[in-house]
């Protein structure tokens, strides 16, 4: 059974600190990855994609891969009250995408 | 431009009843799954398409549950009977094609209840 694995939290910081989301998985034969936010009472909204090692930058969010430890990880600098949400990994396995649990992330001001 | 659309929006129903959710993926889109999401199990793929043809029904609970998309726009999932642990959040996305590197995009969802 193929996993995506990441803490519950919640994970709370102060306005304008960095925030750092993680999540492992189990399939070493996974090449994309991919961060969603849902707010409460809402769907999932794409909001980063990975699919080479190191870092990829888009505005206040920076993703990170490290295949050989198979562990993607999800920064948001200067972190907002509206950040306030819950973050889905999700890894693909074959055409279909495998989600973590997520982790609720609490901005507090 | 229009996204994932899904139908109704929220459904209430006794158990017993025949349940049928809706969704229209988005145009040009070749991909679409259904998920269902709970508190305790959270995001479960229970089925997939590619250009309109089921490829991977492995998550579908069991044979109450079944899915059809007779065009490229326009996909049912339906429930029948219907049983009150079927409650649930169920999302339907859609992907440009069945590449792994296409990320999904998700509809509004139906919040099912089964009393």
């Known amino acids: 059974q193929k996993e995506v694995e990441q803490n519950s939290g919640p994970l709370s910081v102060p306005e304008g600190a960095i925030a750092s989301l993680n999540c492992t998985y189990s399939d070493r034969g996974s090449q994309s990855f991919f961060w969603y936010r849902q707010y409460s009472g809402k769907s999932p909204e794409l909001i980063m994609s990975i699919y080479s090692n190191g870092d990829k930058e888009d505005g206040r969010f920076t993703a990170q891969l490290n295949k050989a430890s198979q562990y993607v990880s999800l920064l948001i600098r200067d972190s907002q009250p509206s950040d306030s949400a819950t973050y889905l990994c999700a890894v693909n396995d074959g055409d279909k995408l495998i989600f973590g649990t997520g982790t609720r992330l609490q901005v507090f001001p | 431009d229009a996204g994932v659309i899904q139908s109704p929006r929220h459904e209430v129903t006794e158990m017993g009843q025949e349940v049928t959710l809706r969704c229209k993926p988005i145009?040009?889109?070749?991909?679409l799954f259904w998920y269902r999401q709970t508190m305790m199990r959270g995001l479960e793929l229970l089925i997939y398409f590619n250009n309109n043809v089921p490829i991977d029904d492995s998550g579908m609970p069991e044979d109450r549950f079944s899915a059809k998309m007779p065009n490229a726009s326009f996909s049912t999932l339906k429930i029948q009977p219907s049983e009150p642990r079927d409650s649930a959040v169920y999302f339907c996305?859609?992907?440009?094609?069945?590449?792994?590197?296409?990320?999904?995009?998700f509809g509004d969802g139906t919040r099912l209840s089964i009393l």
């Open positions: 145009s040009g889109h070749n991909s």
């Open positions: 996305a859609s992907s440009l094609n069945g590449q792994s590197n296409q990320p999904q995009h």
